[in-house]
């Protein structure tokens, strides 16, 4: 039996490091359509750290990534957005009749200050930057730490069976967020244009006039030690 025991720990090493691809750049992607992985260490210069986000596997409907990192510095600066974007036809919110997705994921370590949420923009122009919009929805799945999203809260409601705080604010970028009012959702499946029926219904966001043109998922670390976010499903849909 042992002399089985080298090779058979060595074939099992090399099945465990395979990976689709390893992203550690600031702004390293790996592009597969329908979807679009990117590091995304927007932030990094708010203070010092690593991180590095791998692609697991990958196939024309769904994604499975994790991403490793620690970061130190400003308690209240997000360091970056290791994310898993899908790509669609942009057209205006309110010709959109529904975005059907899941994510589900899990956090190694919660002692860290973090979100893990779906970011969204949307704009005008059509041709507008993708890396930004006039407006941003931002629906949080989790957040650690005493982290907050911009601007202030405005209202409370009900989407999708979860209870959410909503928030708003931003300058040039008008950022809506949902956070949710109980635990963290580790497991979420649903339809987030009804996200922009609330807002259109109560709140005024203009749908008839704004193009949805980015749909990303992952997480934003403010500060914390070595952490892994393991996303075992990501899908979505424009339709
Ligand atoms: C982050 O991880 C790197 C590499 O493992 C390590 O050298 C560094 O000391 C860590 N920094 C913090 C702030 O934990
Ligand atoms: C957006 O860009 C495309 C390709 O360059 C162009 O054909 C189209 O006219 C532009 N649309 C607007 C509204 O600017």
């Known amino acids: 039996m042992a002399k089985f025991t080298l090779p058979l720990a060595l074939a099992l090493s090399a099945v465990a490091q395979a990976q689709v691809a390893t992203l550690c750049d600031q702004y390293a992607i790996y592009d597969k359509y329908p979807f679009l992985l990117n590091n995304n260490l927007w932030g990094k210069d708010k203070g010092s750290g690593s991180q590095c986000t791998y692609v697991d596997k990958i196939s024309s409907s769904e994604v499975s990534w994790h991403t490793t990192w620690n970061w130190s510095g400003t308690d209240s600066e997000v360091k970056s957005y290791a994310n898993s974007g899908f790509d669609f036809t942009k057209k205006y919110v309110s010709d959109i009749g529904k975005i059907p997705t899941t994510a ?3 956090y190694d370590n919660t002692d860290i200050k973090a979100d893990v949420a779906y970011d ?3 704009a005008a122009d ?3 930057t993708t890396s930004s919009g006039d407006y941003e929805l931002m629906i949080w799945l989790a957040k650690y730490g005493s982290v907050q999203p911009i601007g202030k809260q405005i209202d409370t409601t009900n989407i999708g069976g979860y209870s ?4 708003y604010g931003g300058d040039a970028m008008k950022t809506y967020s949902f956070v949710p009012s109980g635990n963290a959702i580790t497991s979420f499946s649903g339809d987030i244009k009804k996200f922009f029926d609330y ?3 109560s709140h005024s966001f203009p749908a008839s006039s704004q193009n949805l043109i980015t749909l990303q998922f992952g ?3 403010f ?3 070595k ?3 393991t996303v075992s499903k990501f899908s979505a849909n424009v339709a």
């Open 223 to 225: 500060t914390g030690g």
């Open 120 to 122: 969204l923009f949307t």
């Open 199 to 201: 807002l259109t219904q």
């Open 227 to 229: 952490s892994t976010l």
């Open 126 to 128: 059509i041709n507008h």
């Open 164 to 167: 959410w705080d909503v928030w």
């Open 104 to 106: 589900s994921w899990s």
């Open 219 to 221: 997480t934003e670390p």
